[in-house]
């Protein structure tokens, strides 16, 4: 094969595998008012879920760790289950994610199965997709809007040790303006929880 040819094949080749990498979790890192990175995991039945199948919905993602006081918190009083339910017929998925090292699918479908979730649990054990979102804590909620862009990133609402009687629902009020086709109001805040349990 001629030299300059080659040349131009290999350069070409790194250029797709680079641009591919663009959208896969690992390479990108979430930014808000950017697109959200793609991801592809398995729920507690094996089964593969990527984020961009989502196009055209509102994709809530909660970072969970059955371990953590914050989580059980939440999970005993139903935070995360009855938002998913309020919004499940105002085309709003919502997806937990578990990236805690030393759990694997049988220990969240455990936790799911204790709390009937409506929402898949995901492996992401290895970090991958928790790394590249920056989650920080569980709970870490993210929200990425029909266009497939990260619209919030922070904590579930402004309540971090459990004494309110009335907390603000960031995660609520970012899915009521959403779902009017409005934009987030508050698309940032401070997540609180424990730290996520990054394999070291």
């Known amino acids: 094969m001629n030299r300059r040819i080659l040349i131009a094949t290999l350069l070409a080749a790194g250029f797709l595998l680079a641009g591919a990498g663009l959208v896969t979790a690992g390479s990108a ?3 808000l008012g950017h ?3 793609d991801f592809n995991l398995r729920d507690t039945n094996g089964n593969e879920v990527k984020l961009s199948e989502y196009k055209g919905k509102i994709v809530v993602l909660e970072w969970i760790n059955p371990d953590c006081p914050f989580v059980q ?5 139903e935070t995360m289950k009855k938002l998913a339910d309020k919004y499940r017929d105002q085309d709003v998925v919502w997806l937990a994610v578990n990236s805690t090292h ?7 479908k455990q ?3 204790r709390f009937k979730l409506p929402y898949p ?3 992401d054990k290895t970090g991958t997709v928790g790394e590249t979102y920056g ?6 909620l993210f929200i990425v809007d029909r266009m497939g862009k990260l619209v919030y990133d922070g904590a579930i609402d402004d309540d971090p040790r459990g004494q309110s009687q009335s907390p603000l629902s960031y995660v609520d009020s970012a899915l009521q303006q959403l779902v009017k086709g409005a934009e987030v109001e508050v698309t940032e805040t401070r997540p609180y929880g424990c730290s996520v349990k990054y394999k070291k």
């Open 111 to 113: 936790w799911a199965e």
């Open 121 to 123: 649990i995901l492996d």
């Open 102 to 108: 030393y759990m694997d699918a049988a220990n969240n």
């Open 135 to 140: 989650a920080k804590t569980t709970p870490h």
């Open 73 to 77: 918190r939440h999970y005993n009083n």
């Open 29 to 31: 890192t979430a930014s």
């Open 35 to 37: 697109p959200a990175p």
